[in-house]
T-cell receptor
Framework: DGGITQSPKYLFRKEGQNVTLSCEQNLNHDAMYWYRQDPGQGLRLIYY???????QKGDIAEGYSVSREKKESFPLTVTSAQKNPTAFYLCASADRGRRTDTQYFGPGTRLTVL | QKEVEQNSGPLSVPEGAIASLNCTYS??????FFWYRQYSGKSPELIMSIYSNGDKEDGRFTAQLNKASQYVSLLIRDSQPSDSATYLC??????????????FGTGTQLKVEL
């Protein structure tokens, strides 16, 4: 099956801990994205990567870090510097074809800080 | 002014009626427009993309784009209770040259009543 997987589905973190959210895709897409969604809010872009070994900050990158060592993987680390990390985290990917900005989403990870 | 604006709703329509969802955007150079459906607790799924002025139909869904008025809409014909969800409008707004970033509205909640 082709698609985007995210793990874990639910994650609980104690204050002060770093956690890493996994995102994997087998769609052969070049571009990958991380978004955060808070209740009743739209999606806000955290980081994105257009190509392996390169990534850019989005609108709310503070307190987060990413890596893109492989085309199919784009993990997101939520660091202890992120003041309010409880949210629904969504990973997306897009093909760099003629229409390069059609994004498809994974199932999401719900992070709760205890 | 928000870059992408949607009425948060809820928009209530009776079963079998036409639901009309609206979205306005601020950047005149935007080229790509998307509608996503998001069920409660789930990730967004792509319904329609539209790039040219006019209408684009796919089954019960019709997307309408008017770039002069900076307005994009989604019509759902013969609305069903399973259409009850939040509909997100997304627009490609790229000011930095980084490319392929979407800006999302906060979504309109649709309720289809029996």
């Amino acid at each position: 099956d082709g698609g985007i997987t995210q793990s874990p589905k639910y994650l609980f973190r104690k204050e002060g801990q770093n956690v890493t959210l996994s995102c994997e895709q087998n769609l052969n897409h070049d571009a990958m994205y991380w978004y955060r969604q808070d209740p009743g809010q739209g999606l806000r872009l955290i980081y994105y990567s257009q190509i392996v070994n390169d990534f850019q900050k989005g609108d709310i990158a503070e307190g987060y870090s990413v890596s893109r060592e492989k085309k199919e993987s784009f993990p997101l680390t939520v660091t202890s510097a992120q003041k309010n990390p409880t949210a629904f985290y969504l990973c997306a990917s897009a093909d760099r074809g003629r229409r390069t900005d059609t994004q498809y989403f994974g199932p999401g990870t719900r992070l709760t800080v205890l | 002014q928000k870059e992408v604006e949607q009425n948060s709703g809820p928009l209530s329509v009776p079963e079998g009626a036409i639901a009309s969802l609206n979205c306005t955007y601020s950047d005149r150079v935007s080229q790509s427009f998307f509608w996503y459906r998001q069920y409660s607790g789930k990730s967004p799924e792509l319904i329609m993309s539209i790039y040219s002025n006019g209408d684009k139909e796919d089954g019960r869904f019709t997307a309408q784009l008017n770039k002069a008025s900076q307005y994009v809409s989604l019509l759902i014909r013969d609305s069903q209770p399973s259409d009850s969800a939040t509909y997100l409008c997304a627009v490609n707004i790229d000011r930095t040259g980084g490319g392929n970033k979407l800006t999302f509205g906060t979504g309109t909640q649709l309720k289809v009543e029996l």
